[in-house]
C-alpha cells in the first residue's frame, strides 16, 4: 500500500465548489419510506438502455435511498436509477398511470408474477408534464381494492436538468401524483439497509462540506480544502522522480485525479494552481 501525502487546495472557486455539491445533495431520508431508490453514477448516455445496458447496474448501485413520493429531482448527470413501490388501491377498479422524466424513463407494474412495461418517456419531458408524449400513459389496468401491487421506474440522466415523477388516476378521481399515502411501506433487504446507512452518512459528510464552502463564500473568502488518499500500487520500488498525486482543476471546471508523476509547480494554460506532493 503506497500512501500518497497529504495536500491543501487553496484555489478552489467557492461558486463552482458549491454548485458542484448542491447537485449532489438530497435530503436524507428517515429509516423508514415508500419507494426505494437505487441510483448508479458515473454512467454516460440519456436513454434507458444506457443503463441496462451498463455492466455497471449488474452490480450494487453507488447510492441506496429510501424516498417518501415516487418523484425526485437534481441528482447531477450521467446516472441512472431504479425506484420501486407498491401502490395500494383504495377501490377496485381500473387505474391509470403516468410517468414523466428527463431525460429517459419506463414504468413497469407486476403482473400476474411478472413486471410488464406500461408507459415510457423518450428523449425528456418537464417535470410533472404527463401529456407531452403519448407513451406517458399506460392504458387502464384492473386492480383490486387493498392488494399491494409492485411498481418499478427505470430513469437514466446524461446531462442538464434532470427528475422522474409518477401520477396515477383513481377510478371516480382526477389523475393525482403518487405518494407516501397510496402505497406500502417499503421493506428493504438486510443488504438494502447496510447500503442505505452508508449512503445517508455520505449524505450527511456532503451536507456538512457544502454548509462550509457556502460560510466561506458567504465571507467572500478563500476555502482551504484538505484530503488524503490511498492507492495499491505494485510491489515494485516507486521511480526515484516519482513525487505523487497533484490535483487540478482545468478550464471545464472540472475537479480531476491526475498521475503527475516528476510534475511540480504550476500547469499552465489550465486557469488555476495546483499544489503538488511534498
Not at 413486471?115 to 384492473?142: C, E, H, K, M, N
Not at 401491487?149 to 409518477?166: A, E, F, P, R, Y
Not at 442505505?196 to 460560510?215: H, I, M, N, P, W
Request: hydrophobic share 40%; glycine share 10%.
Amino acid at each position: 500500500m503506497h500512501r500518497i501525502p497529504r495536500h491543501a487546495l487553496s484555489l478552489v472557486p467557492l461558486a463552482l465548489l458549491a454548485i458542484v455539491l448542491g447537485g449532489c445533495i438530497r435530503t436524507i431520508q428517515g429509516p423508514s419510506g415508500a419507494v426505494i431508490q437505487e441510483t448508479w453514477r458515473g454512467i454516460p448516455g440519456d436513454a434507458v438502455t444506457d443503463l441496462t445496458g451498463s455492466d455497471s447496474f449488474l452490480l450494487a448501485p453507488d447510492d441506496l435511498r429510501l424516498l417518501a413520493d415516487f418523484s425526485y429531482a437534481s441528482m447531477g448527470n450521467s446516472y441512472g436509477a431504479r425506484c420501486t413501490g407498491w401502490v395500494v388501491p383504495p377501490v377496485a377498479g381500473e387505474y391509470t398511470f403516468w410517468v414523466a422524466a428527463d431525460d429517459g424513463a419506463e414504468l413497469w407494474i407486476e403482473q400476474e408474477g411478472k413486471l410488464v412495461r406500461i408507459a415510457w418517456v423518450d428523449g425528456y419531458t418537464s417535470p410533472d408534464t404527463f401529456d407531452a408524449q403519448p407513451t406517458q400513459r399506460s392504458t387502464p389496468i384492473a386492480l383490486a381494492a387493498g392488494k399491494a401491487v409492485k411498481i418499478v421506474t427505470l430513469h437514466k440522466q446524461g446531462g442538464g436538468g434532470n427528475h422522474l415523477s409518477v401520477a396515477w388516476q383513481v377510478p371516480g378521481r382526477g389523475r393525482q401524483p403518487l405518494v407516501a399515502s397510496d402505497m406500502a411501506p417499503a421493506q428493504p433487504s438486510a443488504l438494502q439497509l447496510t447500503r442505505l446507512r452508508a449512503t445517508a452518512v455520505a449524505d450527511q459528510k456532503r451536507a456538512k462540506l457544502l454548509r462550509k464552502a457556502e460560510k466561506y463564500w458567504t465571507s467572500g473568502t478563500t476555502m482551504p480544502v484538505s484530503f488524503t488518499r490511498k492507492f495499491t500500487v505494485s510491489s515494485e520500488a516507486p521511480l526515484k522522480d516519482d513525487t505523487g498525486i497533484n490535483i487540478l482543476l482545468d478550464q471545464a471546471h472540472q475537479t480531476q485525479f491526475a498521475m503527475l508523476w516528476g510534475l511540480r509547480g504550476q500547469i499552465r494554460n489550465q486557469g488555476f494552481r495546483i499544489c503538488s506532493s511534498v
